[in-house]
């Protein structure tokens, strides 16, 4: 059974860094496309960030250049650092397996 488990979230103040980690299980992770998504209150799930098996990714127009995804095959980890965080990127943060979900983890930024 797949199963995802996000953490890493909390409240940081504008221009700060948080790094998200998901842990995966129930499946062999390094075949697959993982993904980044977020859920802003009042919004649609959108996507932040993927990255293939292959290792290469692919970030949402927003955060190009402040967030990096990355994984690790060999822990079935996958990770998402976030820089220079504004306060529109406040949101529950989720790990995406094809149609699976972890709960997500909160992120504020606030000052």
């Known amino acids: 059974q797949v199963r995802l488990v996000e953490s890493g979230g909390g409240l940081v103040q504008p221009g700060g860094s948080l790094r998200l980690s998901c842990a995966a299980s129930?499946?062999?992770?390094?075949?697959?496309?993982m993904g980044w998504y977020r859920e802003g209150l009042g919004k649609e799930r959108e996507l932040v960030a993927t990255?293939?098996?292959?290792?290469?990714?692919n970030y949402a127009d927003s955060v190009k250049g402040r967030f990096t995804v990355s994984r690790d095959n060999v822990k079935n980890m996958v990770y998402l650092e976030m820089n220079s965080l504004k306060p529109e990127d406040t949101a529950v943060y989720y790990c995406?397996?094809?149609?699976?979900w972890g709960p997500g983890t909160q992120v504020t930024v606030s000052s």
């Open positions: 995406n397996i094809n149609a699976n």
């Open positions: 990255i293939t098996s292959a290792k290469s990714t």
């Open positions: 129930g499946f062999i992770m390094r075949l697959y496309t």
